[in-house]
């Protein structure tokens, strides 16, 4: 049984737009959460995070005034609004959580290292 849950990935063209969206579905308390995202033969790279407690976000450079991290908490569901899109954000885009809140709006919020709560992904690909 999965915890997170993601849906939202497809097909763009380059300048165009898509929303993420990543269910908690198991209902835990999770203070902090992320996206990553993993281009064919690259690492994992943390692209954003949010703190669910106060809604305070921290974005990695590649995406930053592009990307926006958002949260419904009624829904259980964070998301992420990828705007201007371009061909070097294509990959398989990962939510992930974590129960502790600290120094979520950091660089540490978009380490991989300190998650151990993932979801399955879901491809996203922009072409030129």
């Known amino acids: 049984h999965e915890q997170l849950v993601e849906s939202g990935g497809g097909s763009v063209q380059a300048g165009g737009s898509l929303r993420l969206s990543c269910e908690v579905t198991?209902?835990?308390?999770?203070?902090?959460m992320a996206w990553f995202r993993q281009a064919p033969g690259k690492e994992r790279e943390g692209i954003s995070s949010?703190?669910?407690?106060?809604?305070?976000?921290f974005y990695a450079d590649s995406v930053k005034g592009r990307f926006t991290a958002s949260q419904d908490r009624a829904k259980n569901t964070v998301y992420l609004q990828m705007n201007s899109l371009k061909p070097d954000d294509t990959g398989v885009y990962y939510c992930?959580?974590?129960?502790?809140?600290?120094?979520?709006?950091?660089?540490?919020?978009?380490?991989?290292?300190?998650?151990?709560?993932w979801g399955q992904g879901t491809q996203v690909t922009v072409s030129s």
């Open positions: 992930a959580a974590r129960l502790s809140g600290i120094l979520c709006d950091s660089a540490t919020g978009i380490s991989v290292g300190v998650y151990n709560i």
């Open positions: 198991n209902k835990a308390d999770f203070r902090c």
């Open positions: 949010i703190t669910t407690t106060d809604g305070s976000t």
